[in-house]
């Protein structure tokens, strides 16, 4: 039986009150709104100088998901002589705006990071800033930081050099209209229709990031695959919930932030700077991950191997597709989250052992991450000659901040996910639904969905286990306790 009061189940409150459970403050002290109104009564006129070049003559573009606006970078591609190409990341110039120690930084010190919750985005810095002043929107004369590198037909990287610069996105594009593009999968974007010039900038910065994919993957970097569900929100219901597919547009963007983030470490092991790194360390439960294998018929060696993950990885997916997000999901989890570190120079790094990279770290997302905030005034002191304006003691204690929040906005994702993956099943108890096996042990047994892509508990579920297919029937959907639950049919 429906309960037509669920579907009004209040997800804003919820995801407020949630946010506090896990020690974020989401909202602004009154001191951060005094440093916002100064800033936008005093605009800043940009203007090229020794120090920053004027790169608006560029076709710089942007592609992230359909509603982001604090958009943090921009791309652009250039073929050299030698058959090599140039690529730019400009990333959006935070610091001039946000003075170390200023209001807004120490909140921002304190959150570390937005937080998604589905329904409500809680901004790590002002949204008249992260969305505005600071975001990358196709408005003349943004500041930026930009890095600079080669690529070879291989994907090896070199000639690296980063820069202050003036630039304006000429295309804010989308994930999903470019990705089909890309693929020969639907028609281009309007305003890519519209610019052969864009077109031919988009196919080679595809074909450069497909190169620097290959060559991590050719390292062991590992090729997983995790579902995000968004919910698509009509007169402030839930509708529909919708899976967030990889697609070439978002390995083109995350293959060059990669490559940009590995050249900043480089640059800042280079100067001499301490900094922060972004490690995934080998894992401590591979012997887990080598039984896990040996299940599915794999064989894994004794010692850590990523490249040898990587292989298994794939051998699964084209086995089994339909369970293969939850295999990465088990990897994942094994793996053991990243972490933020402090990086002394000359010290040997962990590195990041599912990237298959030894240095990196975050510089391309200051809107909404703390860490790249501090990197980019790392960057802004080695490009001027000037002193760290950050102590080491100082560093690792951003550093453990920066993971303990990552962790809490984990969790505070993950509880919405289940609230509103509850409330979009309100309305459906009773219905039968085709669903796959994910988890059997000792705390129940879990199915997932296929359509809608949500995941509940299997009621008297014994006899069955993982990667079983069966028709199940919703009986329960609880908003208030993220509860969602099936029996056989």
């Excluded at 050719?218 to 697609?247: C, F, M, S, W, Y």
């Excluded at 796959?436 to 069955?464: C, D, N, S, W, Y």
């Amino acid at each position: 039986m429906n309960n037509p009061n669920l579907t009004h189940f209040d997800l804003q409150a919820a995801a407020k009150q949630i946010m506090l459970e896990n020690g974020f403050e989401p909202d602004f002290p009154p001191e951060v709104s005094q440093q916002l109104a100064q800033i936008k009564s005093k605009p800043q006129q940009p203007s090229a100088s020794a120090d920053i070049r004027d790169l608006r003559h560029l076709l710089w573009s942007s592609i992230d998901n359909d509603t982001s606006r604090d958009l943090d970078q921009i791309e652009y591609a250039e073929k050299q002589p030698d058959g090599t190409t140039k690529i730019m990341v400009g990333i959006a110039d935070v610091d001039s705006f946000v003075p170390k120690s200023s209001p807004i930084d120490m909140h921002a010190a304190k959150e570390t990071c937005t937080v998604y919750t589905g329904v409500r985005n809680f901004p790590m810095l002002p949204e008249d800033l992260s969305t505005g002043t600071t975001s990358l929107l196709e408005v003349d004369g943004k500041l930026s930081m930009v890095t600079e590198f080669v690529v070879d037909g291989n994907g090896d990287v070199s000639k690296h050099q980063i820069y202050r610069a003036i630039v304006v996105n000429k295309a804010q594009l989308a994930y999903n209209g470019v990705g089909a593009w890309l693929e020969g999968r639907g028609p281009a974007p309007a305003k890519v229709a519209a610019s052969a010039e864009l077109q031919a900038q988009l196919k080679l910065q595809d074909q450069v990031a497909q190169a620097l994919k290959n060559e991590r993957y050719r390292h062991g970097a590992l090729n997983v695959e995790t579902a995000e569900i968004h919910p698509i929100i009509l007169n402030d219901q839930i509708i529909d919930l919708q899976k967030q597919e990889k697609n070439r547009a978002t390995e083109l963007i995350e293959d060059f932030m990669i490559a940009s983030n590995g050249v900043v470490a480089r640059t800042l092991e280079e100067a001499g700077l301490s900094s922060i790194r972004r490690v995934v360390k080998t894992p401590e439960r591979w012997d887990r991950i080598v039984a896990l294998a040996a299940q599915q018929g794999g064989k894994l060696p004794a010692v850590a191997d990523s490249k040898a993950l990587n292989d298994f990885l794939q051998m699964r997916k084209t086995a089994d597709p339909d369970h293969f997000a939850d295999l990465s999901l088990a990897v994942i989890k094994l793996m053991g989250p990243g972490e933020y570190v402090l990086e002394r120079p000359g010290q040997p790094s962990p590195g990041h052992f599912g990237l298959a990279v030894q240095d990196y770290t975050h510089s391309t997302a200051p809107n909404r991450r703390f860490a790249d905030v501090v990197t980019q005034r790392l960057i802004k002191a080695v490009l001027s000659r000037q002193k760290s304006p950050y102590a080491n003691d100082e560093l690792a204690a951003i550093a453990t901040n920066c993971t303990v929040k990552e962790d809490a906005a984990r969790k505070v994702e993950r509880s919405m996910s289940k609230r509103i993956a509850a409330v979009s099943m309100s309305s459906r108890i009773g219905q039968m639904f085709d669903a796959i096996v994910t988890g059997a042990g000792p705390k129940g047994t879990f199915v997932r969905v296929l359509k809608p892509h949500v995941e509940g508990m299997l009621m008297h579920g014994q006899g069955v286990d993982v990667g079983d297919k069966l028709r199940v029937k919703l009986t329960c959907a609880d908003p208030h306790r993220g509860f969602i639950d099936f029996v056989r049919e």
